[in-house]
Antibody, heavy 118, light 106 residues
Framework: QVQLQESGPGLVKPSETLSLTCTVS????????WSWIRQPPGQGLEWIAS???????NYSPSLKSRVIISVDTSKNQFSLKLSSVTASDTAVYYC????????????WGPGTLVTVSS | DIQMTQSPSTLSAFVGDTVTITCRAS??????LAWYQQKPGKAPKVLIYRTSFLESGVPSRFSGSESGTEFTLTISSLQPDDSATYYC????????FGQGTKVEIK
């Protein structure tokens, strides 16, 4: 059974760059699409970006100008960078694996809370 | 962007009741609609995909249907364990989630 685990700083200062990594275990990162999704405290879910193991990417139009998603197949990891963060970027960030049907998320990490504050 | 409008935002019902949650898409999304259940502090879990296909292990009291751009999640014979927040998601073009429906047991 594939497992995902997010890691990265839990506190980021305003205007800085949020960086997170998702480590995949129990299976290869190859042959699948992977995504980042976030959820502000007490609010709904927002898809951020996705990447294929080959490096092909898709971004949410609303966040595209600030987001970079990348993959490292040698480490079975993919990563997220979100620049120029503000308090509104405070959220639980999840990584997830797509199914063959598309941007449908069957496997999720437990999530990591990132707080933007000085 | 495809917008998903979900209603109601909260609902309260008794054990054994049948409840419905509705999601309307701003444009046609084929059958690319999923329903997720999320409990506090946990990642969402897929209940239904392709509008009406039940994910493995999900109780049969959960069902999905559609009429045009309106999609419905029905929970028959509501159980205490069904207390959670439910989200619809379109995955026809990228991904968009509904605002969520919090289901409470009276």
């Amino acid at each position: 059974q594939v497992q995902l685990q997010e890691s990265g700083p839990g506190l980021v200062k305003p205007s800085e760059t949020l960086s997170l990594t998702c480590t995949v275990s129990g299976g290869s990162i190859s042959n699948y699409y992977w995504s980042w999704i976030r959820q502000p405290p007490g609010q709904g879910l927002e898809w951020i970006a996705s990447i294929f193991y080959t490096g092909s990417t898709n971004y949410s139009p609303s966040l595209k100008s600030r987001v970079i998603i990348s993959v490292d197949t040698s480490k079975n990891q993919f990563s997220l960078k979100l620049s120029s963060v503000t308090a509104s970027d405070t959220a639980v960030y999840y990584c997830a694996r797509h199914t063959s049907l598309g941007t449908l998320f069957l496997f999720w990490g437990p999530g990591t809370l990132v707080t933007v504050s000085s | 962007d495809i917008q998903m409008t979900q209603s109601p935002s909260t609902l309260s019902a008794f054990v054994g009741d049948t409840v419905t949650i509705t999601c309307r898409a701003s444009q046609r999304i084929s059958d690319s609609l999923a329903w997720y259940q999320q409990k506090p502090g946990k990642a969402p879990k897929v209940l239904i995909y392709r509008t009406s296909f039940l994910e493995s292990g999900v109780p049969s009291r959960f069902s999905g249907s559609e009429s045009g751009t309106e999609f419905t999640l029905t929970i028959s014979s509501l159980q205490p364990d069904d207390s959670a927040t439910y989200y619809c998601q379109q995955y026809n073009i990228y991904s968009t989630f509904g605002q969520g429906t919090k289901v409470e047991i009276k």
